[in-house]
């Protein structure tokens, strides 16, 4: 299973929005409306900011908004913050069929650091 | 407070084996799916395995598949990863994380993981 693909790298000035792209293929993203998103700051763990596309967990700032279109999903980060500057990995459910024990996977972007300028 | 610890890690030379070990407090640990996630040394997020709240659904990440054996204890809340034959691609920190629970819909969320350890390092070298 190939990771998805990420941007390498995303900016933006304070008070803008950006968006960061995950492309997948029809047998992860494409098929399944179970795309994640995560936040990780260096030497950290990776903390949970969208799930299912599009919900955000308690906590998690409206700010971060998530989406999909084909096999292609994509988190916005909108009234961009310095604190928002990390690493940022999308994350798809990615086998043909669910609890199949020969095909289970999930597979991870390549990951886009965000820097704000 | 939900917490979960790595440990088990440390500096070992190719072909040697490692436990390490995921503890888990603040929740009811048998419950959750639970997940093993590695990063190697300036790359990205890589699933490695994961196992089921009951411990009877286990599922492997192909690089890993035969060396990899995942497991957990209920009753200790810990959740393990037995490594075998380790080769210098397995250099990584390893993460656990649990499957993630939305408070607000009263939901398990569907493979999303909500909090994570701090991690272990493994790093295989001669």
Known sequence: QSALTQPASVSGSPGQSITISCAGTSTDVGRYNLVSWYQQYPGKSPRLLIYEVNKRPSGVSHRFSGSKSGNTASLTISGLQAGDEADYFCCSYAAGATYVASSYAYVFGTGTKVTVL | ?126
């Open chain 2, 1 to 126: 407070e939900v917490h979960l610890v790595e440990s088990g890690g440390g500096l070992v030379q190719p072909g040697e084996s490692l436990r390490l070990s995921c503890s888990a407090s603040g929740f009811t640990f048998s419950s959750y799916d639970m997940t093993w996630v590695r990063q190697a040394p300036g790359k990205g997020l890589e699933w490695v395995s994961f196992i089921s709240g009951r411990g009877s659904n286990t599922y492997y990440a192909e690089s890993v598949k035969g060396r990899f054996t995942i497991s957990r204890d209920n009753s200790k809340d810990t959740m393990y990863l037995q490594i075998n034959s380790l080769r210098a691609e397995d250099t990584a920190v390893y993460y656990c994380a649990k499957r993630g629970y939305d408070i607000l819909t009263g939901y398990f969320m569907a493979d999303a993981f909500d909090t994570w350890g701090q991690g272990t390092m493994v790093i295989v070298s001669p």
